[in-house]
């Protein structure tokens, strides 16, 4: 069964409401991470954590928030939804080295 | 700063190999991933390498040069399945995270 699971899978919202993504990992990961995939960017990181109640920015946080309550979840949140964060965002998770990124199926988010 | 460059496309044949290519600059270098992508799904782990050379994984190899700041992923005896994105991720030298190239979208014709 899936080790990291993302919700919801898909979602349209609008200009200026507020979202968030919700990522679960089984995998006992210490670190977890958002990334966003925009055709021409590939994969960007957005925000990242390895530990409970703390987050990290990555290389685009502009725009979003990000929560990380407990070792198994760590939720995206965008306050004010744009047109530009349409794209698809896809959590992972890894042990202590990021050797290895175990990837949730992804949410395609489309923000009208 | 971080920067990983892969050419965007990349056509082959059933049964003969591929070698898709992945450039980097970094101020740290600290591990090369490499990861398979199909259409629709989630990116999936392949390979990681960190030592100069040439890494044989059967379907799969890996080889990087640290002095050229350069990798290639080979594939042999191609399939049409093989047919996906590839993607080369930069470990950082804290080794927190990754930074992806944008991927080589691989066709492997008949």
């Known amino acids: 069964e899936a080790a990291v699971t993302q919700s919801p899978r898909s979602k349209v919202a609008v200009t200026g409401g507020k979202v968030t993504l919700s990522c679960h990992q089984t995998n006992n990961h210490d670190y977890m991470y958002w990334y966003r995939q925009d055709t021409g960017h590939g994969l960007r990181l957005i925000h990242y954590?390895?530990?409970?109640?703390?987050?990290e920015k990555g290389d685009i946080p502009d725009g979003y928030k990000a929560s990380r309550p407990s070792q198994e979840n760590f939720s995206l949140i965008l306050e004010l939804a744009s047109l530009s964060q349409t794209a698809v965002y896809f959590c992972?998770?890894?042990?202590?080295?990021?050797?290895?990124?175990?990837f949730g199926a992804g949410t395609r988010l489309s923000v009208l | 700063g971080q920067g990983v460059e892969q050419p965007a496309k990349l056509m082959s044949v059933e049964g003969t190999f591929a070698r898709v290519n992945c450039t980097y600059s970094t101020s740290g270098f600290n591990g090369l991933s490499w990861y398979q992508q199909r259409e629709g799904q989630a990116p999936v782990f392949l390979s990681y390498?960190?030592?100069?050379g040439l890494k044989d994984s059967g379907h799969f190899s890996t080889f990087l040069s640290r002095s050229n700041g350069y990798s290639y992923l080979l594939l042999t005896e191609l399939q049409i399945k093989d047919s996906a994105s590839y993607l080369c991720?930069?470990?950082?030298?804290?080794?927190?995270?990754?930074?992806f190239g944008t991927g080589t979208s691989l066709l492997v014709d008949p």
């Open positions: 991720a930069v470990r950082d030298y804290m080794g927190y995270k990754l930074t």
């Open positions: 390498v960190v030592l100069d």
């Open positions: 954590s390895y530990v409970a109640d703390s987050t």
């Open positions: 992972a998770s890894s042990p202590g080295t990021v050797n290895t990124l175990y």
